[in-house]
């Protein structure tokens, strides 16, 4: 992976013509946005082969023949549509995916509703390092302190977005960590329990512990109640960030999905130290991440260099989506080693199975 970005083998056009693109991306990303959210991509997709004209989008979305026009003329640029005849458009392939693939619809969703507004602020947030762009959100050190703050819309959003990605890795990553067996697990930035409540499932005899912000075990407790678990979960509220605590001891496992991805190195490498004397004489730390060096393809990684820059301007303004050196560097610097990587688990994340030196 690192190798795709030490080449620069494109023509002087090709990087001019990259350039100019890039200078409208913002522009043309509402653009796309809009013909989803209008119904105009919806109403091709309905339209089949034949298509339809703008006059007949117009009456059918409620938009002017002007603005309708004018945002499938940014859709041709866009490939989202294709030009049949003047003024008959038919939907692309690109704009079916953009309209129904549901990692893409997570992405723009998350995008929009979440990271845009305040991704203006981004200058700002990289050289205070601070969440800049987060007032566009409310007023909240971290987003993690808001989330179930936010209205419906943007809660759903950033909610399917962070589900997404882990959802479709959980089931081999449980395989992966029951091959230890463990009986006692933290899990750590456990949200609203949902890695919890596979484990349980999976093992009669496992107790989790759920450690995270009052305000997001606020909303797994009454989960674990409704389902009759409190014998086989429990919270601990912890702000993992303070300078003195401590985690449940003697533990089997610690594990953490899409958590350390959401702090600095330094407080990346304080939480590991917590979470390595939480551990039993044969415990073990797991670590599920998406890290951009170990993707198959360009776009995965492309789209977690742009996550990054969610981390930045939204966030808390300190961390990023890590690669797996840096990672293995700071696991290794507060005394732990990497006993195992799983490289692949899902489709974009790797395991990490770490134990004390």
């Excluded at 008959?88 to 997570?106: C, E, H, N, P």
């Excluded at 730390?285 to 060096?293: G, K, R, S």
């Amino acid at each position: 992976m690192y190798k795709a970005f030490q080449e620069d083998n494109i023509s002087l056009t090709e990087a001019k013509e990259a350039a100019e693109r890039l200078s409208f991306y913002p522009m043309m990303f509402q653009a796309a946005v809009a013909l989803n959210r209008t119904g105009i991509l919806q109403a091709l997709q309905n339209a089949g082969r034949k298509g339809a004209t703008s006059e007949e989008l117009s009456k059918e979305t409620g938009i002017s023949q002007y603005g309708v026009e004018t945002l499938l003329e940014a859709g041709l640029s866009l490939d989202l549509v294709k030009l049949m005849e003047p003024y008959r458009y038919r939907i692309g392939k690109t704009g079916s995916f953009w309209l129904m693939d549901k990692q893409t619809v997570a992405n723009t969703d998350f995008v929009q509703d979440i990271c845009y507004p305040g991704t203006f602020r981004l200058e700002e947030a990289i050289r205070e390092e601070k969440p800049a762009g987060l007032k566009e959100l409310g007023d909240w050190p971290t987003i993690y302190h808001g989330l179930s703050k936010l209205p419906k819309r943007e809660k759903d959003s950033w909610f399917n977005f962070d589900h997404h990605y882990s959802d479709q890795a959980f089931p081999q990553a449980r395989e992966e960590v029951f091959k230890f067996n463990p009986k006692s697990m933290l899990d750590i930035g456990g949200n609203t329990g949902k890695w919890s409540f596979l484990c349980v499932e999976n093992d009669p005899d496992v107790h989790m512990t759920i450690v995270d912000l009052p305000s997001q075990t606020g909303l797994a407790n009454p989960r674990i109640k409704e389902a009759g678990l409190e014998h086989r979960i429990s919270t601990h509220e912890q702000n993992v960030l303070d300078e003195h605590y401590e985690l449940p001891k003697n533990q089997d496992a610690v594990w953490m999905s899409q958590f350390l991805d959401c702090f600095s190195p330094q407080q990346i490498k304080h939480i590991l130290s917590h979470a390595k004397d939480a551990l039993s004489e044969n415990g073990r730390v797991f670590i599920l991440e998406t890290f951009w060096d170990m993707q198959d393809s360009m776009t995965a990684t492309y789209c977690l260099h742009g996550t990054s820059l969610y981390f930045t301007a939204m966030a808390n303004g300190n961390s990023k989506m890590y690669d797996s050196a840096r990672m293995i560097q700071y696991v290794e610097e507060v005394g732990l080693e990497v006993e195992k990587m799983v490289a692949t688990v899902g489709y974009y994340h790797s395991l990490m199975i770490c134990r004390r030196k």
